[in-house]
């Protein structure tokens, strides 16, 4: 159930069964020369809308303007800074916890989010210490889980690479629009392992810099490998394994206390 298309009333009567909501994390920039300026909250949000039927829980709006100041050279791209998401993200927290949430599943989809939801989390754990105030955070990316991974090494191995993924492009042409261009055939820059460990969490430079080392904005990625099919294995399989990770966290307690996040 997605939480802005739902009443105060029916929001009311499902914190009777369950303490637990959804919170997607995406962005707004440049994914290379196919890829959509939404892709990260286009693959958050289907991922998240197959977890909410399956786990029939509650889903939040997406917070869809996030870091991406490396990407600004790029029309399109939309930044703002980590600390202003994550006094958001924490104000969304805050909001929800109030009416009585206390279980924050953050799905996330893209790599710069970390840190400042991070932050969130280890402020919140400090100042819900007290008995009976405790609240729990968990976070993960879409692409991170094992059966997730797998497939994207078995798709793309290393072409895979950092940014305009071809296993986010795929899920984008899966559930909506499929882009060609010239300027996407040929594959990228290969990326060194040192790099991808220097630059993981999406830690790029200046956005001038980034942009004449990245032309077309992919970092490593082949993303023309994408297909919809591929696309719809990916989403199906990040969907299972979240559905199940979102169970486990919420647990068997009818108002999702378990005790371990």
Request: charge should be neutral; aromatic fraction near 8%.
């Amino acid at each position: 159930m997605r939480l802005d298309t739902t009443t105060w009333l029916e929001v009311r009567d499902y914190l009777d069964r369950s303490r637990g909501i959804i919170i997607l994390t995406g962005s707004t920039e440049q994914h290379g020369p196919i890829g959509l300026i939404g892709t990260d909250t286009i693959c958050a949000e289907n991922v998240a809308v197959g977890v909410g039927q399956i786990a029939d829980c509650l889903v939040a709006p997406t917070l869809a303007y996030t870091p991406a100041p490396f990407n600004l050279a790029f029309p399109g791209t939309v930044s703002i800074p980590a600390g202003l998401f994550e006094v958001l993200a924490r104000e969304v927290v805050d909001s929800l916890r109030s009416q009585g949430f206390c279980r924050f599943y953050f799905l996330n989809g893209h790599g710069a989010n970390l840190e400042p939801l991070n932050s969130v989390k280890r402020a919140l754990a400090q100042s819900s210490a007290g008995p009976g105030s405790r609240i729990c955070i968990r976070i993960r990316s879409w692409w991170a889980f094992p059966e997730v991974s797998s497939l994207r090494d078995r798709f793309y191995g290393e072409w895979e690479g950092m940014h305009a993924t071809p296993s986010e492009v795929a899920i984008t042409q899966a559930v909506g629009r499929r882009v060609t261009a010239k300027a996407a055939e040929l594959p990228p820059e290969r990326l060194s392992q040192a790099f991808v460990r220097a630059h993981a969490g999406d830690r790029h430079g200046p956005p001038d810099v980034h942009r004449a080392r990245f032309p077309d904005g992919r970092v490593g990625s082949h993303s023309a490998l994408a297909t919809p099919e591929q696309g719809r294995e990916l989403l199906n399989a990040a969907i299972s394994a979240a559905a199940a990770d979102y169970l486990q966290f919420i647990g068997d307690d009818k108002h999702g206390r378990p005790s371990e996040s």
